[in-house]
C-alpha cells in the first residue's frame, strides 16, 4: 500500500473512531399486565455499560415507549443510568420503544476530540453535528405480532421503518424495511445488519463498530430486504451524512439509526 493511502485511511479511521459507539435499544421479555423494562445501549453491541457522565446531557430526553395512544416517556429506574421503564404495566401488543441521542457538535484537532464546534475549535481537523436514534420492535405476549404501531414512522430524523413485523419473519425469510431522511425515503443507503453473538472478538480497546452479517443498499423506493440467517436479537444500522448548513460552523450533520429486533422464540 503506498503512503499516502496509508495516511488517508488513517485520516479515515480518526475521523470515524470517535463515532464508533452506536446508540440502540433492548427490552427484556415481558408479559402482559407486567411493567415493560428497557435499556439504552451506547458502547460495545451487545454489551450495555453505563453512560459516562460528560455525555449524560446528551441523552437528557428520555426513552419512549410507543403505543396506540401515542408516546409516552419512560422513567429512569434501575440499578444503572441506562435502564428504563414503563410507568405501568403493558397489555398484550406490539410497540417500539425510542432512544434519542441528543444533537451534538463534535470536533477534532491534533489534540483529539472535544464536544465542541469550529467556532471554539479553530484548528479542528474535522467536525460533525452528530444524531442518533435507537428502535426497538417489543412483542408483549407470545402471541403478538400486530403492525398497526410499529410500521408507522414515529419522526427520527433518520428512521427504520419496519413494512412488517419481525414475529412474522422466519430464519432465511426477506424482512423489508424502509429507510427514512427527514421524513423522506433514502435511497442508495447503506445498510447493514448484525445479531448478538456474530462478532466475539473484544472491542474495548479498538471500539470499532462490531463486524456485521449483513450488507445491502435502499432501492430508489428507500426500501431494502433484510435477511436475517439465525434467530437471536438482532440490530439494523444505517448512517448519513450531508453537509452542515453553516461550513463556518461545522462540516458534516451525521446521523446514526437502529432498528432492534428478535427473531424467532424469545425465553420466559
Not at 448484525?194 to 430508489?220: C, I, L, N, P, W
Request: hydrophobic share 35%; charged share 25%.
Amino acid at each position: 500500500m503506498k503512503k499516502t493511502a496509508l495516511l488517508t485511511l488513517a485520516a479515515l479511521l480518526c475521523t470515524t473512531s470517535v463515532h464508533a459507539h452506536r446508540v440502540w435499544v433492548e427490552t427484556a421479555h415481558t408479559h402482559g399486565g407486567e411493567i415493560l423494562k428497557a435499556e439504552l445501549g451506547y458502547g460495545e453491541f451487545p454489551e450495555m455499560e453505563p453512560i459516562a457522565k460528560d455525555r449524560l446531557h446528551i441523552f437528557r430526553k428520555p426513552m419512549q415507549l410507543v403505543t396506540e395512544k401515542g408516546k409516552e416517556d419512560l422513567i429512569q429506574k434501575g440499578k444503572f443510568n441506562y435502564q428504563y421503564q414503563s410507568k405501568k404495566p403493558v397489555k398484550d401488543g406490539s410497540y417500539l420503544v425510542l432512544a434519542e441521542y441528543q444533537p451534538t457538535f463534535w470536533s477534532k484537532n491534533k489534540a483529539g476530540w472535544k464536544q465542541v464546534s469550529m467556532k471554539e475549535m479553530i484548528d479542528a481537523d474535522y467536525c460533525e453535528q452528530t444524531r442518533m436514534y435507537g428502535k426497538n420492535i417489543v412483542n408483549v405476549g407470545h402471541e403478538s405480532a400486530d403492525t398497526k404501531i410499529i410500521t408507522r414512522p414515529v419522526g427520527q430524523g433518520l428512521e427504520i421503518v419496519p413494512l412488517d413485523n419481525p414475529a412474522n419473519i422466519h430464519v432465511g425469510d426477506r424482512f423489508k424495511v424502509k429507510v427514512l431522511f427527514n421524513g423522506e425515503p433514502l435511497p442508495d443507503a447503506v445498510v447493514t445488519a448484525t445479531f448478538d453473538g456474530f462478532d466475539t472478538s473484544d472491542r474495548s480497546k479498538t471500539h470499532k463498530v462490531e463486524a456485521q452479517a449483513f450488507y445491502d443498499k435502499t432501492g430508489s423506493n428507500g426500501i431494502v430486504e433484510v435477511i436475517p440467517l439465525r434467530q437471536g436479537f438482532w440490530k439494523i444500522n444505517v448512517e448519513h451524512k450531508t453537509d452542515f448548513p453553516d461550513q463556518k460552523i461545522c462540516q458534516k450533520l451525521a446521523s446514526y439509526t437502529t432498528m432492534t429486533f428478535q427473531i424467532g422464540h424469545q425465553g420466559h
